[in-house]
Nanobody, 120 residues
Framework: QVQLVESGGGLVQPGGSLRLSCAAS????????MSWYRQAPGKERELVAA????????NYADSMKGRFTISRDNNKNTVYLQTNSLKPEDTAVYYC?????????????WGQGTQVTVSS
């Protein structure tokens, strides 16, 4: 079955860094656009970054540009999010998403999330 398993979250001080990973299985990883979303308490889920199936193009939310980097390894079926210069407002649950459109059908999968807490 389809699985997306996030890891790498934790407690970090402001200005610190974390590398999040999302290991995928059960589908053709290299055919999917992969994204990271986050959801803070009391707020809606928001897009953090996305990367195309080949890794040739990336997209970031404005507040993350220059601080976060998304990458993928299609040989390892894994997508990464390097987060630097973390701020308290980056505290959220970070989710991995896989998406592909084939004809009129949307294939859309989510992981369970990993908690990132930025606090001194």
């Amino acid at each position: 079955q389809v699985q997306l398993v996030e890891s790498g979250g934790g407690l970090v001080q402001p200005g610190g860094s974390l590398r999040l990973s999302c290991a995928a299985s059960g589908f053709t990883f290299s055919s999917y656009t992969m994204s990271w979303y986050r959801q803070a308490p009391g707020k809606e889920r928001e897009l953090v970054a996305a990367i195309t199936s080949t890794g040739g193009s990336t997209n970031y939310a404005d507040s993350m540009k220059g601080r976060f980097t998304i990458s993928r390894d299609n040989n390892k079926n894994t997508v990464y999010l390097q987060t630097n210069s973390l701020k308290p407002e980056d505290t959220a649950v970070y989710y991995c998403n896989a998406e592909r459109v084939v004809g009129l059908k949307l294939y859309d999968y989510w992981g369970q999330g990993t908690q990132v807490t930025v606090s001194s």
